[in-house]
């Protein structure tokens, strides 16, 4: 702010600092000026200045160019200086009091609403809308953002179950190049294992396993990595069951591709004399039942049967993994026939054909288990409540009065997949028969006992007669959570990838994956022609 008097000392002015404006000027009478007058002068300057030089501050600040008049500066300090606020807070105030009187309120059906926010602005320029009729627009706008959100979300999941139950089109060929190679090469049909080693495979100083599965990339990945892992892999015997179609290429694979020092037997289900459908009256009425037959292998959609504005996409996945056809094929319900499958064998360790052994296993054979039956990894402990906060509620329908009566919600669960089975504590035992009966109970109540898979029916059938073992050795959830935590996988003996998220499909985990993979054999021809993984 500057302060200039005229060469005839008649005037006063009073500028901003850039001299550009002027912000007062006082013009003096040709008459001799008083002492008094000028006394008054002072006076008027020395309360005008003040106030003067506030404005001028608020014109550098601001701009001379965007409020360069005392009538601007008037507009803008004017609220403030009468105590009013900012109209702008004002503004939310009120929009905020009229957002909530339309939350309680349904959007009309004949409201129109932009397509994006683009043609919202370009709207808002055309039209004068009311406060209450803006917000209106912007309610159904993120309802419908929200709707189509949801819908995707519930299509990805329907994708990603066909996906999950579907073959890959590698694995499929691997299957059939093994088969042919059975029909056409005689080294691919050698027998498993050779005639003077076939002793071993009831000898109980050795180690045995037994995998139950159809699909040949997995088996090989879990004897491949069960025996690079062991300290002493010639103690190690496989024991592969597969079903009659896979049997001839599942046979090729490990007879073309011997494991030694190891031993590896593979057996169809057809060559268990003792697996008839007499003796197992319970998998033939569940191929059989009308319901379950439509449950597996009807229209999954429909039969999904969710309101997707209410349903949790998790719910809604879990009911589409409940209806994959593989939980009711024999291959998944062999585990509870081991004693008379194996009648000779005293302690045996079953895997499930989605896991990856990282560490030996050989001190599995030196666990007490108490005379329990069963020793397995409980899964309702854990920092990961959605992988290890398993529950019986979790499993099971207790708005049933037979499951309200008989079992309690609270009680822990564990884990199929890595299991030490006592096989001669499981002979005195009717594991076998209350497992058959609780199947029976549930296709009696058109399957509202429970719906996912095997794993309730064995919740019940080895109650009691489970052993908890560490989580150390068997870490589960590599197919469902995506964020599992990468040090505890290389920490963990046994890793499982159940879940939809297979690693040998393209809907598994890419982080995941590799400890899978490095047990493929890339080097193989089978598995190079049929472009495996590729």
């Known amino acids: ?212 599965t159809d699909n040949i990339l997995a088996a090989s990945v879990v004897v491949t990595s069960a025996i690079q892992s062991s300290l002493r892999p010639e103690k190690i015997v496989f024991h592969v069951i597969t079903d009659k179609k896979t049997y001839a290429g599942m046979h090729s694979w490990f007879a073309l591709n011997p494991v030694s020092p190891s031993i590896v037997e593979v057996k169809g289900i057809h060559h268990f004399d003792w697996l008839t459908r007499d003796n197992v009256p319970v998998l033939e009425a569940m191929e059989n039942h009308n319901g379950v037959r439509n449950y597996y292998h009807g229209n999954h959609v429909a039969g999904a049967n969710v309101n997707v504005s209410v349903t949790s996409p998790r719910v809604f996945a879990s009911k589409l993994q409940a209806r994959s056809p593989k939980y009711i094929s024999l291959l998944n319900h062999i585990r509870i026939y081991l004693p008379e499958l194996f009648p000779n064998l005293d302690k045996v360790v079953f895997l499930d054909d989605d896991i990856v052994i990282q560490r030996d296993l050989s001190p599995l054979w030196d666990i007490d288990l108490g005379g329990k039956v069963n020793g397995a990894v409980e899964t309702c402990k854990g920092e990961d409540s959605w992988v290890m906060g398993k529950r019986f509620k979790i499993y099971f329908n207790f708005s049933h009065p037979l499951v309200a009566k008989n079992l309690d919600p609270e009680e822990c669960a564990w884990a199929f997949g890595m299991n030490i089975f006592d096989l001669r504590a499981w002979r005195k035992t009717d594991i076998r028969e209350t497992y058959h009966s609780w199947l029976k109970e549930n296709l009696n109540s058109n399957l509202s006992l429970w719906k996912l898979g095997t794993l309730p029916p064995a919740l019940i059938a080895f109650r009691g007669q489970i052993h908890p073992i560490d989580p150390s050795w068997h870490m589960l959830g590599l197919g469902y959570q995506k964020n599992t935590s990468i040090q505890s996988v290389k920490k963990a003996a046994v890793i499982h990838y159940n879940g939809q998220s297979k690693p040998w499909l393209e809907i598994g985990f890419d982080h995941l994956r590799p400890f899978w993979s490095k047990y493929v054999n890339y080097s193989n021809d089978f598995v190079k022609n049929c472009h495996i993984m590729e």
């Open 1 to 212: 702010m500057q302060l200039h008097f005229s060469h005839s000392m008649r005037s006063i002015t009073i500028s901003s600092n850039n001299g550009f404006t002027d912000l007062m000027k006082i013009k003096v009478a040709a008459r001799h000026i008083s002492y008094r007058t000028i006394f008054h002068t002072i006076l008027i300057l020395a309360f005008l200045l003040p106030f003067v030089f506030i404005l001028t501050a608020l014109v550098t600040l601001e701009g001379v160019n965007k409020c360069s008049s005392i009538d601007c500066l008037g507009r803008r300090l004017g609220p403030k200086l009468l105590g009013r606020g900012d109209d702008s807070e004002r503004f939310l105030r009120d929009f905020s009091m009229v957002l909530e009187q339309v939350n309680s309120e349904e959007v009309p059906d004949d409201i129109q609403l932009p397509e994006n926010f683009e043609q919202l602005i370009s709207e808002m320029k055309s039209n004068k809308y009311k406060a209450k009729e803006f917000a209106l627009i912007l309610k159904g706008m993120m309802e419908r953002s929200e709707r189509e959100i949801r819908e995707s979300k519930f299509q990805e999941l329907m994708n990603k179950h066909f996906a999950a139950t579907s073959i890959p089109k590698g694995i499929h060929c691997l299957s059939l190049r093994l088969t042919d190679e059975y029909s056409s090469n005689a080294h691919a049909r050698k027998q498993l294992p050779s005639p003077e080693l076939l002793p071993i495979l009831s000898d109980n100083s050795f180690h045995h396993f037994i995998v139950s």
